[in-house]
C-alpha cells in the first residue's frame, strides 16, 4: 500500500482531534467566565459533545483549566509580537503592551478567577513569556533614559502585574468599566515606570 494513502487516515483523525479541542476550549471559555464553577458535564452540554469526549482530551477540570491559560498566554505573546515593542519610543511600546495584555484579560474574564488558585510562583511561572518581553522593554527604556533608572527591574514587573490585576478586578467587582480601568491603568503604569503619560489623556471618569 501506499505510503501516502495510508497516513491519510491518521491526518484525518489528528485534524479531527485537534478540532473537538479546540471546541472543547471554546465552549469551556465562554462557560467559566459565566459560572468558574461550571462542571465538565456543563461544558460538555455547551460544546455539543459527549462527556466522554471532553475527557478524553481533558482528563480532569484542572487540565482544561491549565489548557484555557496556555491558549490565553499563546494569544497574549503572538498579539505582543505583534505589536513591536523594539521599535520606536520605549513610552509608546509599553502603552501597546498594556493595551495587548487587556484585551487578553477582556477575552479570558476567567483568568481573574483561576489565579487565585495560583501560588506566587506558579502565576510568575504562567507569565514569564510575558515579563521576559516586558523586561527587555524596561532595559531599553532605562538605557534611554525614559524610564526611571532607579527602580529594579523586578519591582517594575511585580507592579506591572499587581496593577493589572487590581483593574481587571475593578470591572469584575463593576467598580469601573472596562475602558475605565484600562485608562487608569496605562496612566498607573506609565507613573510607576517614571515616563508620565501625554497630556490630555483619559482619566478614568
Avoid: C
Avoid at 26 to 37: E, Q, V
Avoid at 47 to 66: C, D, I, K, N
Avoid at 174 to 182: G, K, V, Y
Amino acid at each position: 500500500m501506499d505510503a501516502s494513502t495510508s497516513t491519510e487516515p491518521q491526518r484525518k483523525l489528528r485534524a479531527d482531534a485537534q478540532r473537538s479541542v479546540a471546541t472543547i476550549l471554546d465552549a469551556g471559555i465562554k462557560t467559566l467566565s459565566d459560572r468558574p464553577d461550571a462542571s465538565m458535564e456543563e461544558i460538555a452540554r455547551a460544546a455539543g459533545v459527549a462527556r466522554q469526549t471532553v475527557y478524553a482530551h481533558f482528563p480532569s477540570r484542572e487540565t482544561l483549566l491549565r489548557a484555557v491559560e496556555e491558549r490565553a498566554l499563546a494569544e497574549t505573546v503572538a498579539t505582543l509580537d505583534a505589536a513591536e515593542l523594539h521599535k520606536g519610543p520605549a513610552v509608546a511600546a509599553l502603552d501597546r503592551l498594556v493595551q495587548a495584555g487587556w484585551q487578553t484579560l477582556e477575552r479570558y474574564p476567567l483568568l481573574m478567577h483561576l489565579r487565585r488558585d495560583l501560588t506566587p510562583e506558579e502565576e510568575l511561572a504562567l507569565h514569564q513569556p510575558i515579563l521576559e518581553r516586558l523586561q527587555r522593554l524596561i532595559k531599553r527604556g532605562q538605557r534611554s533614559g525614559e524610564f526611571d533608572r532607579r527602580l529594579p527591574t523586578n519591582w517594575l514587573l511585580t507592579s506591572f502585574l499587581a496593577l493589572s490585576h487590581a483593574a481587571a478586578e475593578e470591572v469584575a467587582a463593576e467598580r469601573m468599566t472596562a475602558r475605565q480601568a484600562l485608562e487608569v491603568l496605562r496612566q498607573s503604569v506609565l507613573r510607576v515606570f517614571g515616563a508620565e503619560p501625554e497630556a490630555g489623556e483619559g482619566d478614568g471618569d
